[in-house]
Nanobody, 119 residues
Framework: QVQLAESGGGSVQTGGSLRLSCAAS????????MGWFRQAPGKERERGAS????????FYADSVKGRFTISQDSAKNTLYLEMNSLKPEDTAMYYC????????????WGQGTQVTVSS
């Protein structure tokens, strides 16, 4: 089992920045991918960014590319999401997720942290 705990959400104005953190604990050696997903009210959950933990290969959704940066600190078992140039449409609940080796889907999820961007 892997436990995930997000922090760092909050309210900012358009153009502002936030950094989200996700502390992982438990059987973290089993994790191959980690990602940040978001879900706004009335919308489907979207994968914003993800990283292949072994090689550090990253993926970004077009909606966040060039503004968000995903990174990891393996020594601290922590995942980060640096968010810059925030827009009102970035307002959502942000979830950290992990996918174990061999799993077809992300199978561990945090509780989420709210990000609100006001115009």
């Amino acid at each position: 089992q892997v436990q995930l705990a997000e922090s760092g959400g909050g309210s900012v104005q358009t153009g502002g920045s936030l950094r989200l953190s996700c502390a992982a604990s438990g059987n973290t050696d089993s994790v191959s991918f980690m990602g940040w997903f978001r879900q706004a009210p009335g919308k489907e959950r979207e994968r914003g960014a993800s990283i292949y933990t072994g090689a550090g290969i990253t993926f970004y959704a077009d909606s966040v590319k060039g503004r968000f940066t995903i990174s990891q600190d393996s020594a601290k078992n922590t995942l980060y999401l640096e968010m810059n140039s925030l827009k009102p449409e970035d307002t959502a609940m942000y979830y950290c997720a992990a996918r174990a080796s061999g799993a077809k889907e992300y199978n561990y999820w945090g509780q989420g942290t709210q990000v609100t961007v006001s115009s």
